[in-house]
């Protein structure tokens, strides 16, 4: 859906201007609280049929706003006194302060939303908002989960849900009392934490999702602001969650954790002894195909080779690339670090793999390997080398620690394929696992 901010993000300043000069006086002056007009696209509630929309963000992307908004569309009628779709609304956040503070009285909260002859009423003493219509919007705490038995609505906006210390039980009794009208609605404004109860919300059927990075709002927040979150926390699992919104999970079972990634995060790479660049293909090469995993590591190779130690330089992974793009990027990949051989998984291509590849670079130092194991059997030994802290990351690769996160020794618990992390073991086991085990066992020195 385009919205109007997306237009006047693209417009010239004539077409603006005689957008402007066209309107009459009255639609002049309602202009400013047309929020379809200035909206971005993950502000505006989804097409179709849902119970849950849930806005995910990064912190700053305009989901307090959003939400503010869509308690508007649902309780203000064509004039002033006219009824809305909802005359009961429910404004849960984890504490009564919180929803006062942010999601009425805030910058982007309700009041400051409003226009002066649709603005309600607070009402203190009864902790509820009243509009000149007659709607009201009743504000709960999720820190008693009690409170919303007996009460009924017929739409609620739920604020920062992955926060709240007793989430699920709020959240249970929230929806019994959404019993209201034809098509009870609820929005939840959240930037995500791995906690059950926002997982369970995303996988019901009934539940949408639009989603937006920090960046995304970046006209409504301060330069400094951004360049320093940027400084810090991008390219992290941190910034991840925090600025590009994206769930980041530790699932049970998993053979890393985000703790142990942050924790063996470097801020400069170590002078490496040797390089490789690790592809694993996808089957197809075309928009909708999973992406073409390619994986830049390096190892310090001093001493035994079990104490190899290595450094994940970058995760230069492309999706929808076909062969020549993926081959093209993973070429340059091996220029831009000086790497010393290309490693390519060859299970689903054979000696396609090799052709494609030399057809870009014949010289390229090339090495095909054959997965005959799955893929959280090969995984195991590689993650045994983060146990021993024997390996750490740059910053700038969410995406491939976001599936490392998600990957068992019983298989991949995520969507599609662990392309990226699959390339990760490829590259970790020739420069160290398999040292390390020839070294071990003196039988397969000679191989």
């Not at 179709?48 to 503010?68: E, F, L, N």
């Not at 769930?247 to 390089?275: F, H, K, M, N, Y």
């Not at 690339?321 to 993926?326: N, T, V």
């Not at 130092?365 to 045994?384: D, H, N, Q, T």
Request: hydrophobic share 40%.
């Amino acid at each position: 859906m385009r919205s109007g901010a997306d237009w006047l993000a693209s417009a010239t300043p004539q077409q603006v201007e005689y957008f402007i000069a066209g309107l009459s006086e009255n639609a002049l002056l309602a202009l400013p609280w047309m929020f379809e007009f200035w909206a971005l696209a993950h502000q505006l509630p989804p097409e179709g049929v849902w119970k849950t929309w849930v806005i995910m963000g990064g912190r700053g992307a305009g989901k307090t706003r959003a939400g503010a908004e869509w308690v508007r569309a649902q309780v203000e009628g064509a004039g002033p006194q006219d009824p809305g779709r909802a005359r009961r609304v429910a404004l849960l956040g984890e504490t009564v302060d919180q929803v006062r503070e942010v999601m009425i009285f805030g910058d982007s909260g309700i009041l400051a939303c409003s226009p002066p002859d649709r603005r309600p009423e607070w009402q203190a003493t009864r902790k509820q908002l009243l509009w000149p219509n007659g709607a009201v919007a009743q504000v709960y705490s999720a820190h008693d989960p009690d409170s919303l038995r007996g009460p009924q609505f017929d739409a609620a906006w739920v604020d920062e849900l992955a926060k709240w210390k007793r989430g699920q039980k709020a959240w249970d009794q929230l929806q019994f009392a959404l019993r209201l009208g034809k098509n009870p609605q609820q929005v939840v404004t959240t930037t995500p934490q791995n906690v059950a109860a926002l997982k369970q919300i995303l996988k019901n059927p009934s539940t949408v999702m639009t989603h937006a990075p920090t960046d995304a709002n970046r006209a409504h927040l301060a330069a400094s602001f951004l360049e320093e979150v940027r400084s810090r926390y991008a390219g992290t699992l941190l910034g991840a969650q925090e600025l590009q919104g994206l769930l980041v999970e530790d699932v049970q079972g998993a053979l890393w954790s985000t703790a142990t990634l942050e924790a063996q995060r470097i801020a400069q790479a170590p002078r490496c002894q040797r390089i490789v660049v690790a592809v694993d293909p996808p089957v197809t090469g075309h928009g909708g195909s999973d992406a073409c995993g390619i994986v830049v590591v390096g190892a310090i190779t001093e001493g035994a080779p079990q104490s190899w130690r290595a450094v994940v330089l970058e995760d230069a992974s492309v999706t929808g690339a076909s062969p020549e793009q993926w081959a093209r990027a993973a070429i340059a990949a091996m220029e831009r670090h000086k790497a010393d051989r290309l490693v390519a998984e060859v299970n689903q291509g054979g000696d396609l793999v090799e052709g494609v590849i030399r057809q870009i670079d014949p010289l390229v130092p090339y090495r095909a390997v054959r997965a005959s194991r799955g893929k959280g059997v090969r995984a195991e030994p590689v993650s045994a080398l983060y146990e021993q802290g024997r390996v750490a990351h740059l910053r700038g690769m969410p995406e491939l620690e976001l599936q490392m996160c998600q990957m068992t020794a019983q298989g991949y618990l995520g969507k599609g394929s662990p392309d990226r992390v699959d390339a990760l073991v490829w590259a970790l086991t020739d420069l160290i696992v398999e040292p390390s085990e020839k070294y071990r066992n003196p039988q397969m020195r000679s191989l």
